[in-house]
């Protein structure tokens, strides 16, 4: 039992993580309708740049690398990288292509995933990279202890940084200006455009959010596996996070993740003994298809109807 | 002037439905054929063959499976890898173990065995739509190549999981030089195409197109959705398939599953965004842009010009390249090279008269 516990919850912090990534989906489907597939490129760009940054910091300012407000300073200019992204982004890729079919734009998107990666690499170099949040990836005592449980700190945290930014963007689009015309956007773009919403500004604004997004999933990613080339397969981790709980939901997000994660881990533990392991690459997947031939639009998706 | 249809009168049944109804067309197609029968297999290099040739048919193949479900069907699939992967691996398995199976047949096996997969993964497509079922494809690219690496009884248990063609031969012929074999793909490939241009014409081409169009209307008129769509999965995936099988037996000779990954899926859907959705020439000139594009660049790279660009960036043009382009075709010509083609011959029509 107490193993199966361990197993559980370890996949339940690790949904956590691919809710994350999730999560940038979802907000950039939310506000423009395009399934942004560059979301892993987004994240492998956002933490490569980030450690590229804290790598070269020092030498360009002439501080020293150990300075405390150094990883304030990087973040700080990663998020301003993220802002241009955007911008560029919407500039010279979504505004040429409004009106056209969702899919055409999914692939667009998988071409920006190829152009950020190769920028990326272009820039920063392809060599993998340890990234040190100073946070260690041991066992929380007082579970070891009292219940016998190994659960590692370091998923506690990143848990509960994915759980935290998911409540503040929750109350951001809630209950600020800018939320409430994101919402707007979502419903209806014309209808949005007519009452003045500035949709340019807004696909900014969504998709430096999902940026940022990037940057935390990037920067927990990063630290746990190493900066590396593979980071942008967090997206594929998390398309079935998506399709499970719905392409437009942030709490789908959420609760995709944790059933994602949690399943995932245990038919790792218990199932793929039979069939000779690793079958984590497409059980989620099917696990997706299944919930999806019983409900087409996912768990928290909104129900499309089908008009002539 | 060159390019014009005045003059040329349809006045039987027959000249109003050929494939090429304008003579300048047929003359074009026809030097091309002729070119690439006659001419190439003794004109090309061994390496031109080999290394680009074979592979631009062998690719064109795919890209034609993937454009009946994807162009024509209007089901977009990210699992093409795979269905090329139990193209190749099932004609091996065919070959493999049944003592005097001829190579033609096992192919054919092979392509009928990745029909049959592509229509089980292409069920769900009769409840999802549009992302999701991208998603339920991509279950598929996952999966196919997991089974391929776990179970050993696929490679015939050779220990690297990897996988070497036998000799081709057909009645007692061997294809044994990259020119031969070059040829039979081109034969395969040639056949195929034709079959595919027609298919177009049909009523099953044409109510794909009408699935395409908007699936509710479709049905509305009568159309048997499907039957329609699982037939789009099967033929794309037959396609794909024997597309599979040529990439391991003219082409490469020693494939592994891996090999059949989300990249060369997407670099598959590449080729018919850039061709152009829904036309057989544009997976020809899809493919062939996609395959020659790396080479072009890597020829730029040892010139005066690649000189300039740092070693950094010159490794990652490629993927940077293939990125904006597919962008700049989905803004500026979203029917690919196929409309390009088009609208030169428009421009052909008329010149050198202004109107």
């Known amino acids: 039992m107490g193993f199966f516990l361990e197993v559980l919850i370890g996949g339940l912090l690790a949904g956590m993580l691919y809710a994350l990534v999730a999560l940038g989906f979802v907000l950039i489907f939310k506000a423009s309708g395009v399934l942004n597939f560059a979301q892993g490129a987004m994240v492998f760009f956002a933490a490569l740049t980030f450690v590229g940054l804290t790598e070269r910091l020092p030498a360009w300012l002439g501080l020293s690398p150990e300075w405390a407000g150094l990883f ?19 500039r010279f890729m979504l505004r040429k292509l409004v009106n056209q079919p969702a899919i055409t734009l999914f692939m667009a998107t998988i071409g920006l995933s190829y152009l950020i990666e190769g920028v990326a690499q272009g820039m920063w170099g392809a060599v993998v990279r340890g990234l040190d949040l100073g946070i260690a990836d041991e066992p929380v005592m007082w579970l070891l202890e009292r219940y016998n449980l190994m659960i590692s700190k370091f998923d ?107 399943s995932e881990k245990l038919a790792e533990v218990y199932l793929g003994p039979f069939v000779g392991g690793g079958i984590d690459s497409w059980f989620p997947y099917v696990l997706a298809l299944v919930f999806l031939l019983i409900r087409p639009e996912g768990l928290f998706g909104e129900k499309h109807i089908d008009r002539v | 002037m060159i390019y014009r249809e005045a003059g040329q009168f349809k006045a039987s049944y027959e000249a109003d439905q050929q494939i090429f109804p304008i003579k300048q067309d047929r003359i074009v197609m026809a030097a091309l054929v002729a070119a690439a029968f006659l001419v190439a297999p003794w004109a090309a290099s061994e390496y031109w063959l080999q290394a680009v040739l074979t592979p631009v048919l062998v690719f064109a193949l795919a890209a034609l499976g993937l454009n009946l479900l994807t162009g024509y069907a209007g089901q977009l699939s990210l699992g093409t890898g795979a269905f090329m992967a139990v193209g190749a691996y099932a004609t091996y398995n065919f070959l493999l173990r049944l003592d005097g199976l001829p190579f033609l047949v096992g192919l054919v096996l092979g392509g009928l065995s ?40 696929f490679s015939n248990y050779s220990s690297s999981g990897i996988i070497t063609a036998q000799r081709i031969e057909i009645l007692g012929f061997a294809f044994d030089t990259p020119a031969r074999k070059y040829l039979l793909t081109l034969v395969i490939v040639s056949l195929l195409a034709l079959a595919a241009k027609n ?84 997976a020809f000139l899809g493919a062939a842009f996609i395959l020659l594009l790396p080479v072009g660049l890597n020829v730029l790279m040892h010139t005066s010009v690649g000189a300039l660009v740092p070693a950094t960036l010159a490794s990652n043009l490629e993927l940077i390249v293939f990125g904006v382009l597919i962008i700049f075709f989905l803004i500026v010509e979203p029917h690919g090279l196929t409309r390009l083609w088009q609208i030169g011959k428009e421009k052909l029509r008329l010149w050198p008269f202004p109107h």
């Open chain 1, 72 to 90: 304030w300073v990087a973040l700080l200019l990663t998020a301003a990288v993220m802002v241009l992204l955007a911008w560029v982004v919407e």
């Open chain 1, 156 to 262: 506690l945290i990143a848990a509960t940084v994915a759980g935290v930014l998911v409540a503040v963007l929750a109350l951001f689009f809630q209950y600020t200006k800018v939320g409430r015309a994101l919402r707007a956007v979502a419903d209806d773009h014309q209808a949005a455009l007519s009452i003045g919403i500035p949709l340019q500004r807004i696909w900014v604004i969504v998709w430096a959010v999902a940026g940022f997004v990037a940057i935390v999933a990037g920067l927990v990613w990063g630290s746990r596996n190493g900066v590396q080339f593979a980071l942008t397969y967090t997206a594929l981790k998390a398309l079935p996070v998506l399709i499970l709980g719905g392409l437009t939901s942030v709490p789908g997000a959420i609760v995709g993740g944790l059933i994602i994660g949690a």
């Open chain 2, 199 to 282: 298919l177009a014409r049909t009523n099953t081409g044409r109510s794909w197109m009408a699935v395409r169009d908007m699936d509710v209307a479709a049905e509305v008129i009568g159309i048997p959705l499907m039957k329609t769509k699982l037939l789009a999965f099967a033929v794309s995936s037959f396609y794909c398939g024997i597309a599979g099988g040529l990439y391991a037996y003219t082409y490469l000779g020693t494939v592994e599953a891996d090999g059949f990954g989300l990249d060369l899926s997407f670099k598959i859907l590449f080729m018919i965004i850039i061709g152009g959705m829904g036309s057989v020439l544009g």
């Open chain 2, 114 to 153: 990745a029909a049959a997969v592509g229509v089980v993964f292409g069920l769900p497509s009769l409840r999802i739509k549009g992302f999701y079922l991208a998603m339920a494809t991509l279950a598929a690219q996952f999966f196919i190549v997991w089974a391929l690496t776990k179970f050993p009884w």
